[in-house]
């Protein structure tokens, strides 16, 4: 072994590749598939995610062995087996958890069927299309010992073509963000710092100030800036002391499968124009202070916890439905950046869990208790100010290069797919209803309506059970 | 005419009928006697025909085609122009030629309705499951124009029960046009799902909604699969005969007589064997029941009665024995003393039948050792837990009778274990704790698990118990019940089935009949045994499945 530099490129616990074996030994296998898919099922009828399993601990046994033997090459075999036996368990948890909620997430699609070929791509409904792309990461990634993390990420995403990549997009963030959960909880706490506007810009400005006091400084305040950024990030992820390119390897899939993005491996984009894990924490605080919970959640794993209790299914729907919601505004993004490059954006995102945040606050003004009707224009309306509040409006508007305005969203907006996959999901207390005259058309059977109507005691018990 | 060319006449006939027939020649040879056929009878009684949506569903060999025949004779008279076509006509078309055929069709329709007042005109698609997914667009557009000409249009769409593509035509093609609402309701998906699901376990053969009717051929018989219907079943098929041999041309009233008479002498016995064919399993999703005659299977359904007839003829010797002797044990069996049973001999007879009655997808574990049911690996977790809370290791823990079901369908072998249990009553009417902590003790090491395909059946005797069930799976696990544990009532048996248990349990069922009798005893308790929802759950699990692939 002389010569051979004794560092490990990634560190095994939070190296995605190992995260990718565990998931591709999981859905390779067809009986193992089977069973959770049927458990998929219950999952999002009673929010059991079946980890009594004997398929779940059988498993769980076998791939810890597959793991050392997969990565053998690439790490010290000792520290790797005893790193396996330290954390294969929790690995192989949520490997399990992320396949279910993957699949929860495609059946849900099919049962309100819309969403797919719009929200998501159509590949997102086949779970076998994975398998050979996981193979050929880490394929890509064992092949030599050493090799960058990003750089076998960005070989597989040149060998696929935009195309392709866009379409695998979804399913490999979902996997990683389920995965990962720990790491991106570190993501999450920074942009909600951002989001609520916590940044101190005058006290950076001052001490770049002052350094341009010192001979010899060059004054550049977004260098200053962005550093600051980085080194909120680097507390948040716990980083302690760490690279952070050591959160960019947990983060991997998220961050570097970008169509969108010229240069993904950088920072910038990611503090402060980033979406997808923008907006999930934005949803969730949100969310949660609606509801009255005392301290904020942003752990991904609470989100997707077995549920209990009457409303345990439904619960389990709802909580994938807000965890698919940031998913569905990055991959609009990126399509549209596949599709056209320049001019306005011809499709723009409003995901279910705009509306139920957009519902949740208007269950708040008009009381926990009994009905109310919201025209559509109006909830639209609360949706802009709740994105120009939170500052994904501004985020968006970037992406998208296009104004972004209540009359944009009603022509262009996702707004009926999105409440389709609520209503049709089978979530309680939310319902269309004709007011004036029928302006939109809810798919699958296009039934005209102009205004939500909304049962408060029937919908807030749902949501509060999300995380109760 | 000789008695026996009077038999060989009917016998030929009955072949020709029960052969693959087109709606012409259907309609040619069924002239007489179509007011007289139960069947149709009770579909005319339901007042089905004067809806303007009417879809008919069975399983293969249910007599869908032949119930469009009647159709014809019914609208005729009231002065439809009845126009039939068969979906499989459109095969090898592209989605878009088969399309604009369709249209081309109602459109050709279409135009006399709306140049002559007077005109009314039903249009019957046969086997529209085949192709519905090909014709989507213009089946929702042809059920606006049905509304556009209400009373004076009518769609009669016919499909069978197994094709994946008929719940697509009644999830979404359908439930999607536009004026779905007027039809069905509101949640047009929801409520036809509902209706369909609902219909075979509730024996309802007619389910009328706002402006269409639901024709499900199946629930008509399904209404006749209880040991207390023998005798009714007994006078169907009599009328099924005598339906057939008055469409025999040429036959003299003699001959009619003859062939009547001798099925009477023996119409119980004959219903006993009807009653031994299994209906299926729709798979997936599994909660759809449907009959089903396929290849030498006997099905509960027009085919399958008129095969029968076939065979009583044709066949006296072999099927007229058994039919004697099951006409003997019918008449034993209504003379039984009336007296109660327990969960512990429903459990015996489900494991003796499953045995007797020659199912080879069914095998009965008597006694067997849970445990082996779960993987090795499972199994030293288990026992390394056990170790450490115990002491004592390598306990292999509680035995059970388990019912293995192994079937093929659609090409997937599927294998599942019907753990039996029950809550015990003392004396004194309480629930034993002992069965209690048995139930806590088999669902703690994971025997049910739905994903798994492992089913705990707990046999219960009252209701009241339910709570006891509550308390022995525990808290945490009651959502469960319903899904992979399983309350099964037995107090929805009635005393004929009762003494039927008993009857097995003792063993007294004629050798020669054994197979059908044992047969007949599944197929009637598993459809009675029904959990708190009234839905009969051990027969989703314990029945054939059947699944035609797109």
């Known amino acids: ?468 | 005419m000789t008695s026996s060319s009077c038999i060989g006449s009917f016998t030929s006939f009955v072949r020709e009928a029960t052969g693959r027939l087109s709606f012409d020649r259907l309609e040619m040879i069924f002239k007489e006697a179509l007011d007289e056929n139960p069947v149709f009878a009770e579909i005319g009684r339901s007042g089905a025909l004067g809806k303007n949506i009417i879809i008919i569903l069975g399983g293969r060999g249910c007599g869908k085609t032949l119930l469009l025949r009647y159709l014809k004779y019914r609208l005729d008279k009231e002065g439809w122009k009845f126009v039939y076509m068969n979906a499989t006509d459109i095969a090898g078309l592209s989605q878009k030629e088969a399309e604009k055929e369709f249209q081309d069709l109602i459109n050709k329709h279409l135009s006399s309705l709306a140049s002559d007042l007077n005109e009314k005109i039903a249009i019957a698609i046969d086997d529209i499951g085949e192709k519905a997914d090909l014709i989507k667009d213009a089946l929702k557009k042809a059920v606006e124009e049905v509304r556009r000409y209400e009373g004076r249009l009518k769609l009669i769409l016919a499909s069978q029960t197994e094709r994946p593509e008929t719940m697509s035509l009644l999830e979404s093609i359908l439930p999607e046009a536009s004026v779905a609402h007027m039809f069905f309701g509101e949640s047009p998906a929801q409520a036809i799902r509902d209706s369909f699901t609902k219909s075979y376990i509730k024996g309802i053969p007619v389910i009328l909604f706002r402006g269409a009717a639901l024709i499900n051929l199946d629930a008509y018989w399904s209404g006749l699969r209880s040991l207390n219907k023998v005798a009714d079943l007994a006078e169907i098929i009599e009328k099924v005969a005598e339906f057939y041999v008055k469409n025999v041309k040429n036959m003299p009233s003699k001959c009619i007589g003859e062939v009547l008479e001798s099925v009477k002498r023996i119409k119980n016995g004959l219903a006993f064997v009807a009653l031994s064919s299994l209906p299926k399993v729709r798979s997936p999703p599994g909660d759809i029941i449907f009959e089903y005659k396929g290849g030498q299977d006997q099905a509960l359904n027009g085919l399958g009665i008129a095969e029968l007839i076939y065979r009583f003829f044709a066949e006296h010797n072999e099927l007229g024995s058994i039919a004697e002797s099951a006409e003997r044990f019918y008449n034993q069996l209504k003379n039984a003393v009336k007296e109660d049973i327990n969960a512990d001999d429903v459990e015996e007879v489900l494991l003796i039948a499953s045995e007797r009655s020659k199912l080879d997808y069914l095998k009965p574990l008597r006694g067997a050792q849970v445990i082996t049911l779960l993987p090795l690996e499972k199994v030293q977790q288990l026992q390394q837990q056990q170790m450490k809370e115990t002491g004592k290791g390598r306990k292999r823990g509680p035995q059970a009778n388990i019912i293995e079901v192994r079937m093929k369908s659609g090409g997937q072998e599927i294998l599942r274990h019907i753990i039996l249990a029950s809550l015990r009553t003392d004396k004194r009417g309480y629930t034993a704790s002992e069965s209690v902590r048995r139930i806590r003790r088999l669902v703690s090491m994971g025997a049910p698990a739905e994903a798994e395909k492992r089913f705990l059946v707990v046999l219960i005797t009252d209701r009241k118990q339910l709570k006891d069930l509550y308390k022995a799976v525990g808290y945490e696990n009651i959502h469960r019940i319903g899904r992979d544990i399983l309350p099964i009532y037995l107090s929805g048996l009635s005393e004929t089935e009762k003494a039927f248990i008993r009857f097995a349990k003792s063993g007294a069922i004629p050798k020669e009949v054994s197979e059908q009798i044992y047969r007949a005893v599944i197929v009637t308790l598993l459809l009675s045994l029904r959990d708190d929802h009234d839905v009969p759950r051990l027969a989703y699990l314990m029945l054939p499945s059947v699944s035609v692939a797109r």
């Open chain 1, 1 to 468: 072994m002389e010569g051979v530099a004794k560092r490990t490129v990634e560190y095994i616990v939070s190296d995605p590749f190992v995260d990718a074996a565990f998931v591709s030994y999981l859905v390779s296998n067809q009986e193992w598939l089977e069973v959770l898919t049927t458990q998929a099922k219950i999952y999002s009828e009673i929010g059991d995610l079946g980890e009594h399993l004997s398929t779940f601990y059988v498993y769980k046994e076998k791939a810890k062995s597959y793991i050392i033997d997969r990565f053998k090459g690439v790490y010290n075999e000792k520290l790797l087996e005893k790193e396996i036996k330290r954390i294969g368990d929790e690995k192989a948890k949520r490997a399990w958890r992320a396949v279910m909620t993957l699949l929860v997430s495609q059946q849900l699609m099919k049962k309100a069927r819309t969403g797919l070929g719009e929200l998501l791509p159509e590949e997102y409904n086949k779970l076998e299309y994975i398998v050979p792309v996981l193979y050929d990461l880490i394929e890509e990634k064992i092949k030599q010992k050493g090799r960058g993390a990003h750089n076998a990420v960005r070989e597989i995403f040149k060998k696929y073509g935009k195309e392709r990549s866009l379409n695998l997009a979804p399913l490999l963030w979902w996997i990683n963000l389920i995965m990962e959960s720990e790491a991106f909880e570190g993501v999450l706490k920074y942009h909600f710092l951002v989001s609520k506007g916590l940044v101190p810009m005058n006290v950076i400005e001052r001490l770049e100030e002052e350094l341009s006091n010192i001979e010899g400084h060059k004054k550049d305040l977004e260098y200053m800036r962005q550093e600051f950024l980085k080194a909120l990030l680097s507390r948040c992820a716990e980083l302690r002391g760490q690279y952070i390119n050591k959160l960019q390897s947990a983060i991997l899939f998220v961050k570097l499968w970008r169509v969108s993005v010229k240069n993904p491996e950088a920072w910038e984009w990611f503090l402060k124009k980033e979406i997808l894990t923008y907006t999930l924490p934005i949803y969730l605080s949100e969310l949660q202070s609606l509801i009255g919970l005392a301290k904020i959640k942003l752990n991904i794993s609470s989100l997707i916890l077995p549920k209990s209790g009457v409303y345990s299914g439904l619960a389990s729907t709802l909580s994938t439905l807000i965890l698919m919601s940031p998913l569905f505004m990055q991959y609009i993004i990126e399509a549209q950046h596949v599709i056209k490059s320049g001019g306005e954006a011809s499709i723009m995102p409003i995901t279910p869990a705009d509306i139920i945040v957009a519902i949740a606050r208007a269950v708040k003004s008009h009381g926990e208790t009994g009905s109310f009707i919201i025209d559509v224009h109006d909830l639209i309306e609360d949706i802009v100010k709740f994105w120009s509040e939170k500052g994904i409006l501004q985020r968006l508007e970037d992406h998208l290069k296009s104004k972004i305005t209540p009359e944009t969203l009603i022509t262009r907006g996702t707004f009926v797919t999105s409440l389709a996959l609520i209503i049709n999901t089978g979530i309680w207390g939310v319902y269309t209803i004709t007011y004036k005259r029928p302006e939109f058309r809810l798919p699958p059977r296009m039934d005209g309506f102009d205004s939500i109507y909304v049962r408060a005691e029937e919908f807030l018990p749902i949501l509060k059970s999300v995380w109760g």
